[in-house]
């Protein structure tokens, strides 16, 4: 965190001199200890997201997957007129823990095509799906698995 804040400093900045350098390495390090102590930041908190980058990246790379295939699937709905959709409510309950790794869940589901994360309460979801095939498995999708991954 210190050396990003630092990195925000020398760009928001625009020029690196020494002046500059030692006044931001002091501003800097007195930010971070404010943020450690008043926020509830630390530094073994820190070192556990950064051991955790490869797992968020492969989960924006699932993510990313999983809109292009939903993307395909309501193209194929759009353009077979003859095709008949089933509209559907679903409710299905999860067994994440943190409340963030829920949001991020409702999130994947309402930025994928098709589906719409319309409740969220205590691990419940009310997801909305365009057809009955979209809803198929949410309460065991890859975005489960990924984020299970992460709370670890």
Not at 7 to 15: T, Y
Request: hydrophobic share 50%; aromatic share 14%; glycine share 6%.
């Amino acid at each position: 965190m210190y050396l990003l804040l630092l990195l925000m400093w020398f760009i928001f900045n625009g020029r690196v001199t020494l002046e500059v350098f030692l006044f931001g390495a002091v501003i800097c390090a007195w930010l971070y200890w404010f943020i450690s102590k008043h926020m509830g930041f630390s530094f073994k908190k820190e070192l556990t997201l950064v051991k955790k980058i490869p797992l968020y990246l492969k989960y924006a790379v699932v993510l990313l997957w999983e809109i292009i295939k939903a993307n395909l699937a309501v193209i194929r709905i759009v353009l077979s007129p003859k095709l008949e959709i089933e509209p559907v409510l679903v409710k299905f309950t999860t067994d994440l823990r943190s409340e963030t790794a829920q949001v991020v869940l409702g999130n994947s589901i309402t930025l994928t095509p098709g589906t719409y994360t319309a409740g969220l309460e205590n691990g419940e979801f009310v997801v909305q799906a365009l057809d009955k095939s979209f809803a198929e498995g949410l309460n065991d999708s890859v975005f489960v698995k990924q984020l299970r991954k992460l709370e670890e």
